[in-house]
């Protein structure tokens, strides 16, 4: 895409611009963390990202980089997931990471909180049929808790089941004891969060580039 070092060329980014709302400034100083996470290559691996200090201790670390590569999360209706991604597939996924700005419209904002939203579910829905099933629920919620150690395996377990208890009773309310529930689904995942403000709390700092969404210094 040309040296990053020169000046900016008018319009060169409007067709990302376009695509994904960050300013060119913005780009910018994605294009260079893009740079620094991939070692200057033109596409960047699972493997970069698996190296990152900040994402070390994370307990859903294999989920947000599998999120990351997965093709939901590209605004489009392809499914699947890709070995590497390039800076443009890359800018597609933070973009839904992108705060509100004062100019942003309250439909603009609702659309970015669903974008948010969207990402999450993929994120727990590994299998992509829709649904965020006990057992998926459950590997996120195990992986949590078990990470401190501080909680045996079987407990986490039983913690996960009852959450997913309270949130079938939640969403189904007339649902009898032995009646059998599939699953969160996205308009179920909606309404549980519903209350939660998520426009500017989802945010990237697992990646280091926190400071290029408000436009400032890139970080080292």
């Known amino acids: 895409m040309g040296a990053s070092h020169g000046r900016t060329k008018p319009n060169e980014f409007q067709e990302l611009m376009d695509k994904t709302g960050f300013s060119a400034e913005q780009i910018k100083n994605l294009r260079i963390r893009f740079r620094q996470l991939s070692g200057n290559e033109e596409t960047i691996s699972r493997e970069n990202l698996d190296s990152i200090p900040a994402l070390a201790n994370n307990p859903i670390k294999k989920e947000i980089i599998d999120a990351i590569f997965d093709k939901r999360n590209q605004h489009e209706s392809e499914v699947g997931s890709f070995q590497e991604i390039g800076f443009e597939q890359f800018l597609m996924v933070m973009s839904h990471f992108r705060p509100p700005t004062l100019k942003t419209t309250v439909e603009e904002k609702e659309a970015l909180r669903k974008e948010k939203l969207r990402f999450l579910f993929n994120m727990h829905d590994t299998d992509n049929d829709g649904i965020i099933t006990l057992d998926e629920y459950r590997k996120v919620v195990e992986g949590i ?76």
């Open 145 to 220: 808790l078990s990470k401190s150690g501080a909680i045996e395996p079987e407990t986490a377990k039983g913690i996960a089941d009852a959450a997913m208890l309270e949130v079938a009773s939640t969403n189904v309310p007339n649902m009898a004891p032995d009646d059998f529930y599939e699953g969160i689904t996205f308009e179920h995942f909606e309404q549980i969060l519903k209350g939660l403000e998520m426009e500017n709390r989802m945010h990237i700092r697992f990646l280091d580039v926190g400071t290029t969404m408000r436009c400032g210094r890139s970080t080292s």
